[in-house]
């Protein structure tokens, strides 16, 4: 076994390779950018080198530079994680002209099935099932267009080099498909460096299901069993499940054989994950095989009892696989949910900042389950702490929360519960998206395609609405509780310098205001809250009606209250002005109007078009001077894996074009100057 890796990657999975590596007492070398240096995956690995300014193409993706620091350390072999290096054939190949092993498959078996149209011939001669369409070498558009029209629409247009549901582009009639084509082209360029895209017959109500593959140096190679990932939005995974609800056990093994029989083809060791889409009948068809760990190991991990990184190491080291198939047997049911810095209700647009406060529920951080013991309720893999910043640079991920249940319905039922316990403040997120996604008809059902969020968009983005009189009573019983710790009297019973309100003569009466913005286009809705004290409590004034407020209960920022005679309960985390208020696995934002504060002054952004985040320019539609109609694109920018069309908010004029395809723009930065039509 090796006595210290490098790892060559950050986040989550630096943090989760490094705890297997800790736990086989196999010291880490970090690899990070000028970005990480303050990083998690910095702190928990025994060494530490700086490779590079924050781009991932001048340190995460220099091949060289993590050799180099790979032989200087004295690391034998080199994780790459998932992303970044872990599927470049070249940089395989690299290592082991360095004298280091390459934790993964040969860089033939890589570039067998780097390229999904190569990949498809390939499985095609193995006799794995296809999904009709074309993927020859002839990019001509022409053809490709005759190629389209043949299959019939919708087909999917996918970048032969893609992965990550990059790439991808859904045509639905014969005259949108060559601007889907240039942007499809585009985006495959930009993001691979290889234009070729195949064309697929876009399926209806599909299901993705993986199977999790191992083989070793020895000639061994089994299947881990499958993970349903059907839960997906603009084609990448947000829940992801093992095993697949309602799979029959003779379609498993036919599957899982079928991935075996695609590892065997191409000569694999090591992880891998063999993609399948399914039709509602259960019907499967080859996708594409991604030659890494995934990112949703953990609940095949959950389900067999098995460390996965571990078994890369001893597959690495030359050691045979450490279960045959007839061991792996499944135990109980797993969920993993994404937690995103992103705002789902702007079209999941990332979102960046810092973690100003982070509670998580109670979890492990990783842990072995499995057949013989039972797994932990909860683990979570995170790459960040409290406290650190989710920058442009990389995915914006905060954390992998993973569930095990002895069946599906405890596993849900503990997803939603540890979803309401997951409070985070400083960034948006995904989470109160999520848990409505688990606690939906849909899905708990397991009523699975690849079109679920879509189909239940209204139920799953429902108006935002004002504020709930629990979530006010919170806001205002940490507020008022807060007052009463403020105590200048060394005498706890001197009545003249206690904030309990209290008065010689009646009730002292007083008003909270707060504001939120939950219609964000128009002003901020404003509440107003008469409060009368009371030695035990207080009466709220709020709407012509009055209600009883106690609190019962308070651990630093969690609150236990009673609100005419119901228990009520959540976290309120203040951030300056504002009151954070976490009920039920719902997130308020209440600003608070402290009258002895000064309310702060909007500034208009006056005729200028805003970057929405920090990015870069891929198209300048329109010209400067050029009139416009309201909703036409001005301007398409590429921020994290998306691209983000600026558009003309009103008619009117573009007075200038204030950048060039391929620059660099900051968040809040001006694109355009635009003159609104009179
Ligand atoms: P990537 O490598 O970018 O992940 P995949 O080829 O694995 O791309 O496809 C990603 C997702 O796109 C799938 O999980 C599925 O939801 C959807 N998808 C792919 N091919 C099809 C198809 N032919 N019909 C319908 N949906 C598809």
């Known amino acids: 076994m090796f006595t210290k890796i490098l790892i060559a990657n950050r986040g989550e999975i630096a943090c989760r390779v490094a705890a297997t590596a800790r736990r086989m007492g196999t010291k880490t070398v970090a690899v ?5 240096a303050g990083a998690k995956h910095v702190a928990v690995c025994d060494e530490a080198v700086l490779i590079g300014p924050a781009a991932a193409k001048d340190s995460y993706l220099r091949g060289d530079r993590i050799i180099e620091a790979a032989k200087a350390h004295g690391a034998q072999a080199i994780h790459p994680g998932y992303g970044f290096l872990s599927e470049n054939a070249e940089f395989a190949e690299a290592c082991a002209r360095a004298g280091l092993v390459f934790i993964g498959p040969p860089g033939s078996s890589m570039r067998a099935m780097g390229s999904k149209s190569a990949a498809k011939q390939l499985m095609e001669g193995a006799g794995v099932p296809l999904v009709p369409g074309y993927h020859g070498d002839d990019q001509d558009p022409q053809l490709l267009q005759r190629e389209a029209d043949r299959i019939g629409y919708p087909v999917l247009l996918k970048a032969s080099a893609g992965g990550g549901g990059k790439g991808m582009r859904v045509v639905e009639r014969s005259e949108d498909l060559q601007s889907a084509l240039a942007s499809c082209k585009r985006e495959a360029i930009s993001s691979f460096g290889d234009d070729k895209v195949l064309v697929e017959k876009y399926l ?4 993705h299901i993986e199977i999790q593959v191992f083989a070793d140096t020895l000639g061994n190679c089994v299947y881990l069993h499958e993970r349903d990932c059907s839960v997906q939005r603009r084609h990448q995974k947000v829940l992801e499940e093992a095993p697949a609800p309602g799979m029959p056990q003779d379609r498993r093994a036919a599957m899982g054989e079928a991935a075996v029989a695609a590892a065997r083809a191409v000569g694999y060791v090591g992880a891998g994950t063999v993609e399948f889409i399914a039709n509602q009948d259960g019907s499967f068809y080859f996708m594409e095989m991604n030659t890494r760990l995934q990112v949703e190991h953990p609940v095949t ?7 996965l990184v571990e078994w890369q190491l001893r597959v690495a080291a030359g050691q045979p696989l450490p279960k045959k198939q007839h061991e792996l047997a499944i135990h109980g049911h797993a969920i993993e949910a994404r937690v995103y810095a992103e705002n789902p209700e702007k079209g999941f647009l990332p979102s960046i900042g810092t973690l100003h406060y982070m509670d998580t529920p109670a979890h492990v951080a990783f842990e072995l389950g499995g057949q013989d013991s039972t797994p932990a309720a909860v683990r979570i893999d995170s790459g960040v702490r409290q406290g650190d910043a989710i920058s442009p640079f990389y995915d914006p991920m905060i954390a992998k929360l993973i569930v ?3 069946d599906r319905a405890q596993a849900l039922a503990r997803m939603a519960q540890a979803l309401s316990e997951f409070h985070i403040v400083g960034l948006a997120t995904n989470i109160a998206f999520l848990k409505r996604l688990v606690e939906g008809q849909a899905f708990a059902t397991a ?4 079109g679920l969020i879509e189909r239940n968009h209204d139920a799953l983005f429902p108006q935002a609405g004002p504020a709930p009189l629990g979530v006010l009573a919170l806001a205002a019983a940490s507020l008022l509780d807060g007052e009463q710790g403020i105590r200048p009297s060394a005498n706890p019973a001197d009545p003249w310098t206690s904030t309990r309100g209290w008065r010689m003569n009646g009730h002292y009466r007083r008003q909270l205001s707060f504001a939120d913005d939950y219609a964000a286009t128009t002003e901020a809705k404003a509440y107003a809250l008469g409060v009368t004290y009371h030695p035990k409590g207080w009466t709220l004034d709020f709407g012509g009606n009055k209600h009883a407020l106690a609190l019962v209960a308070r651990d630093q920022d969690r609150l236990a209250i009673r609100l005419d005679g119901n228990a009520v309960q959540g976290t309120v985390r203040r951030e300056g002005e504002s009151l954070h208020v976490f009920s039920g696995g719902t997130h308020h934002v209440l600003a608070w109007e402290d009258p002895l504060a000064h309310a702060g002054e909007h500034e208009a952004a006056g005729g200028r ?3 929405p985040m920090p990015g870069k320019v891929v198209a300048v539609i329109a010209a400067s001077g050029q009139t416009v109609r309201k909703g036409e694109p001005l301007v398409i920018m590429e921020a994290m894996k998306m691209e983000h069309t600026i558009s003309a908010p009103s008619d009117g004029l573009v007075e200038e074009v204030l950048y060039q ?13 635009f003159k609104a039509a009179a």
Not at 32 to 36: C, I, L, T, W
Not at 447 to 450: A, G, K, N, P, V
């Open 32 to 36: 990070y950018s000028e970005a990480d």
């Open 204 to 207: 209806q109500r599909p299901r």
């Open 301 to 307: 991990e959950m389900i067999t009892g098995t460390d």
């Open 404 to 406: 095990w249940g002895a």
């Open 447 to 450: 009523d699975l395609d690849t």
């Open 609 to 611: 078009l805003t970057a």
């Open 661 to 673: 395809v391929g620059d660099q723009v900051a968040d809040g930065a001006p694109l355009l100057a």
